[in-house]
């Protein structure tokens, strides 16, 4: 019976631990705050959006970040409809709060660049790890919030977007990715860059306009980028493919989606009816792009009917630019 006890009594103990890890200091965002100017640290470190509101002054933090997910739709494809959500939820699922009962997390790691004097590093936002019943996960400074801009709640959102799905152990990966985002809000995205920033940041799945890459697997250190293999998505538009020289994105239209990409390695695709195959002699081969971003056109493949297994000719595909199938039109 004692030992009945003592393991009921270790079980409780355990148990006990575990719910009060709920409001144990998770990760959370920072703000520079010099006098009555308070920053996102993300930006204040990368030097971005400092004046007062340099995107849209009409626009508040969650019409920014609608604008920031359309911008990178074509790499977080997988991930917008969740980033969607989160963020519409996101005020839900805070409390405000004074910044005695913030504290500071030790997540910032190394920053690159020097704060002033006269200025200081505060906690912005804290996010819990685990989160029961009516608790809030985001606990928000609520002073600190209310100096902030549009522009930098915005980011302040994205941030703990990321931290909600990522495992690090400082933020300093996730402020950088954070900073590009945003910074290229209004100008051409650095698509190589993008990749090696979420790389860094332990982000796993990207897109490439429809082709699903796993980043753990890009090699940012030779020209033309090079990945050993690459899992597909459950999407009719998304692809599997495992690129070992993706060598070209030549013209683009003026959205920026590529209106050809040239490749070599194997390269498969899903529709209803079809499985594609192609360059299945690591040949060169080209994929076109509608503007939309989806598959326009395939070369060197072949085409494989799920229902009779029969195999084609090599031949060129071609896509129907609203379902995605294939359009048998061209045959």
């Given amino acids: 019976m004692k030992n009945l ?176 985002v945003f910074k290229h809000l209004n100008e051409s995205m650095p698509i190589i860059d993008f990749y090696q920033l979420m790389q860094d940041a332990n982000f796993v799945w990207a897109y490439l306009y429809n082709i699903p890459i796993y980043l753990n697997s890009l090699d940012y250190k030779s020209i033309p980028l090079r990945a050993r293999r690459v899992y597909p998505g459950k999407k009719i538009f998304t692809a599997g493919v495992g690129i070992t020289s993706l060598e070209h994105m030549l013209e683009s239209y003026n959205n920026g989606v590529p209106k050809f990409l040239f490749f070599r390695s194997y390269f498969w695709r899903m529709t209803n009816k079809y499985k594609i195959e192609a360059c299945l002699e690591e040949e060169k081969c080209q994929i076109s792009y509608f503007e939309t971003g989806h598959i326009r056109s395939i070369n060197n493949a072949f085409l494989i009917d799920l229902l009779t297994n029969k195999r084609s000719e090599k031949m060129i595909v071609y896509f129907d630019k609203e379902t995605g199938e294939v359009d048998e039109s061209n045959f």
């Fill in 5 to 180: 006890y003592s393991v009921i009594f270790l079980f409780l103990l355990l148990f006990s631990r575990i719910i009060l890890a709920g409001d144990q200091k998770g990760s959370g965002a920072d703000a520079v705050v010099c006098g009555d100017k308070v920053w996102l640290l993300d930006f204040y470190e990368q030097q971005i959006y400092l004046n007062d509101e340099p995107l849209n002054s009409t626009q508040n933090e969650l019409e920014i970040l609608g604008r920031v997910l359309k911008k990178a739709e074509h790499v977080w494809t997988d991930r917008i409809d969740m980033y969607r959500k989160q963020i519409v939820y996101f005020h839900q699922e805070s409390r405000m709060v004074d910044h005695t009962e913030l504290g500071d997390v030790t997540d910032t790691g190394n920053i690159d660049i020097r704060i002033p004097k006269e200025c200081k590093l505060e906690q912005l936002i804290l996010q819990k790890h685990i989160v029961f019943g009516t608790d809030k996960r985001f606990l928000i400074n609520k002073n600190l919030w209310n100096k902030l801009s549009a522009t930098h709640k915005a980011g302040a959102i994205l941030h703990e977007i990321f931290y909600r799905e990522l495992k690090l152990e400082t933020s300093k990966p996730l402020r950088k990715l954070n900073a590009f």
